[in-house]
């Protein structure tokens, strides 16, 4: 599997495990607080996986422009990210389920922003390369 390939499926489960994590917004049930906590474990840990196969590719490339991007965004999905889940530990979800919406929300338009991004740049690299 190519390296292009190997941050490719991971993005994919960097998807799917924030889409998991998006869901917990609409439920209701006793045992949200407890997935929460091990969705955000799977989410960080996945975040860090793409960052470890993505930053030595981006190393790689001769456009310094596209590496500072991809740091960019990175950047800013995991700070969203972070800012979310320590302003909304799982214990306070239901203290206001509309600013934890939005505030979800925020986490997820910086994730589909990276997301669109990579895939938009991994084509580009590999065109070129």
Known sequence: MSEHQQIARE???LERVHSQLATIATRTDDRRRHDLIELRRQF???MAEVGRL???LFASVPDPGLQQ???SHFSRMRSMAAAHQANWP????????GQYRRSAQAVTE????F?????QALAQIERSG
């Not at 910086?110 to 922003?113: I, L, S, V, Y």
């Not at 997301?115 to 895939?119: K, V």
Request: a neutral charge; glycine letters at 0%; hydrophobic letters at 40%.
């Open 11 to 13: 993005l994919q489960t």
């Open 44 to 46: 960080s840990q996945q």
């Open 54 to 56: 993505a930053e030595p």
């Open 69 to 71: 991007t991809y740091r």
């Open 90 to 97: 799982a214990v306070r979800i239901d203290e206001s389920i």
């Open 110 to 113: 910086a994730h589909r922003e």
């Open 115 to 119: 997301i669109a991004w990579m895939r």
